[in-house]
């Protein structure tokens, strides 16, 4: 951790090293922020230790005892249900000497026990065993070695997120109007939305934030990277109408309209079931702005992201068209390693039929063997791949679609600055900001819409 910033070619990690190296403004993003181990290394640190985090859905973990282990950036944790319903998220390491006191990935379990010395936990943390306590220690203070827990817990929507940083904001200050959308896909409904199954998992080859990217709002790419699986008829056609939301913080929202007056399926074709109380759930505006939609994606700053779309099919003649909800996580393993999660949701109203429908249209294209994944992966990892080098990691990604060539459409009714166009790079750019701000504390989209 010793290079410096100039003249080896490598970024270091200084401030204004990177704010050399990303500058949104003007769509130019420095390469070495995909490749530096230094640069991932702080990354860590200062966006992964200090951003809200989500970690688990309430429905993967229903009864009490029930938990799953996830990670906080490269960081291990419990999340668990404990017995007074609460939902409690712990480092999983043991506080003797740092063996993981839990070693699957679900389960139930009243307590945990290291398998090192045997130091045992109650699920809410406590440390309640020590062998040979008092030959070995005498006495010791059992109370000052619960198992750590982040300061900050909240759930929103069944989503649990963390945050490690004690001086950390609000998660509704964090996520200004990013709460608007959640509702829209976490809490469409009076009954809520529950993972289906367990999350698909995956490793590749690729930096964590061309994941992020991409998600955040890259249409751009849909007609080449996808063109096969339009070509092969496997997968409706899509149209380049719709906003790119620039919600704010650094937090995303893409939205690809049908044409106007087309003969598709309303709401995400979503079921009787859940539209009848998605009418008492979302305001007029909400339900309007998924009322004629193909494809809505985005993220939540840093690594949480999403996709509903109802453009897929299953396959099958006799099956009407559904729509799945596909959440996921972009999780940082190396500077150029990612474990891609990946869940669907449906709301608890769904009738089975449309609940095995939606499962069948997500792994056709973006489960972990569909079309979508593989082709997007695939590029991931060669760009990842391709600029490792001292000379191509030297050099910038373009990001000017839309610095010259974007209305903002003041009609909409969301939160969020909403360009009137299916796609522009306006959302990259504001992901990338709030990356800059995040490990320097200098905003440069911000600063510029101030002076
Ligand atoms: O259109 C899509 N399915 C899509 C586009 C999904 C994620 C990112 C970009
Ligand atoms: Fe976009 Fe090549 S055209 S990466
Ligand atoms: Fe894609």
Redesign the pocket.
């Given at each position: 951790m010793t290079k410096s910033a100039a003249g080896n070619g490598h970024a270091g990690n200084g401030n204004a090293a990177l704010a050399s190296l990303v500058r949104p403004q003007e769509g130019e993003i420095g390469r070495e922020i995909f490749v530096d181990g230094q640069i991932y290394e702080r990354e860590l640190d200062a966006v992964f230790a200090s951003s809200w985090l989500f970690v688990a859905h309430t429905s993967e973990i229903p009864s009490p005892g029930d938990y799953v282990t996830r990670d906080c950036g490269v960081d291990p944790v419990i999340v668990t249900q404990t017995e007074d319903q609460t939902f409690r998220v712990f480092l999983n390491t043991c506080r003797h000497r740092g063996m993981q006191v839990c070693r699957v990935d679900r389960g139930n379990t009243s307590h945990f026990r290291c398998p090192y010395h045997g130091w045992t936990y109650r699920n809410d943390g406590k440390l309640i065993g020590v062998p040979s306590l008092r030959q070995a220690y005498g006495t010791l203070d059992r109370d000052r070695l619960a198992l750590t827990e982040p300061p900050h817990v909240r759930v929103l929507h069944g989503l649990i997120f963390v945050n490690w940083d004690p001086d950390a904001p609000s998660l509704e200050e964090y996520l200004g109007g990013m709460a608007w959308y959640l509702e829209i896909l976490f809490g469409r409904t009076e009954g809520g939305m529950k993972a289906v199954g367990t999350p698909q998992r995956s490793r590749a080859r690729m930096n964590w934030k061309l994941g992020a990217d991409?998600f955040s709002g890259?249409g751009y790419?849909?007609a080449m990277?996808?063109r096969h699986a339009f070509d092969l008829g496997l997968f409706g056609g899509g149209t380049m109408l719709g906003h790119t939301i620039d919600v704010g913080n650094g937090h995303t929202v893409r939205i690809q309209n049908f044409p106007e007056g087309a003969p598709v399926p309303k709401h995400l074709a979503l079921p009787p079931e859940v539209l009848e109380s998605m009418e008492r759930t979302l305001s007029p505006e909400q339900r309007g702005a998924i009322e004629n939609i193909t494809v809505m994606h985005g993220n939540v700053f840093p690594n949480f992201s999403f996709v509903d779309a109802v453009f897929t099919t299953t396959g099958d003649p006799e099956m009407p068209p559904v729509s799945f909800l596909n959440a996921r996580l972009w999780q940082p393993a190396a500077a150029d390693l990612t474990d891609l999660w990946s869940w669907i949701f449906v709301a608890e109203e769904s009738p089975d039929w449309w609940e095995e429908a939606s499962r069948v249209t997500f792994v056709r294209s973006h489960g972990l063997s569909g079309t979508?994944d593989q082709?997007?992966v695939e590029i991931w990892s060669n760009i990842t791949e391709a600029n490792q080098g001292p000379i191509a990691r030297r050099q910038t990604f373009n990001y000017e679609v839309g610095v010259r060539v974007a209305e903002v459409d003041e009609a909409w009714p969301g939160p969020g600055r909403a360009y009137g166009v299916d796609y522009n790079e306006a959302n990259q750019r504001a992901f990338y900001s709030k990356w800059l701000e995040s490990m320097s504390g200098a905003n440069p989209i911000r600063e510029e819409a101030r002076a």
């Open positions: 991409n890259d790419h849909v990277t996808h979508f082709d997007d």
